[in-house]
Nanobody
Framework: QVQLVESGGGLVQPGGSLRLSCAAS????????????LGWYRQAPGKERDLVAH???????SYIDVVEGRFTISRDNAMKTIYLQMNSLTPEDTARYYC????????WGQGTQVTVSS
């Protein structure tokens, strides 16, 4: 069983920054982790969980339009961890953030709450 643990969320003012982390543990090796296509998802109250950024096994990244240029996804395969650097945050970024593979094959973690408010 693989566990995903997200961290790094918090309350931040508009225009601020946060760095989220997602660590994988359990029955997955660094080599297997390296081959995963991984993504950050977010879910705002009353809305569906949506993919906002993903990174493939070569390190190539992709973002939804509303976060392009503000968010940066990265990975550390040796640590079995992915990150999401979020800059210039707006209230519309307020949501619970999760990580998973692009096919969402692992159980969802608890997520980490990001609240952008003055």
């Amino acid at each position: 069983q693989v566990q995903l643990v997200e961290s790094g969320g918090g309350l931040v003012q508009p225009g601020g920054s946060l760095r989220l982390s997602c660590a994988a543990s359990g029955s997955i090796s660094s080599m297997s982790f390296k081959n995963l296509f991984l993504g950050w998802y977010r879910q705002a109250p009353g809305k569906e969980r949506d993919l906002v950024a993903h990174i493939d096994s070569t390190g190539r990244t992709s973002y939804i339009d509303v976060v392009e240029g503000r968010f940066t996804i990265s990975r550390d395969n040796a640590m079995k961890t992915i990150y999401l650097q979020m800059n210039s945050l707006t209230p519309e970024d307020t949501a619970r953030y999760y990580c998973n593979t692009l096919r969402m094959v692992y159980p969802w973690g608890q997520g980490t709450q990001v609240t952008v408010s003055s």
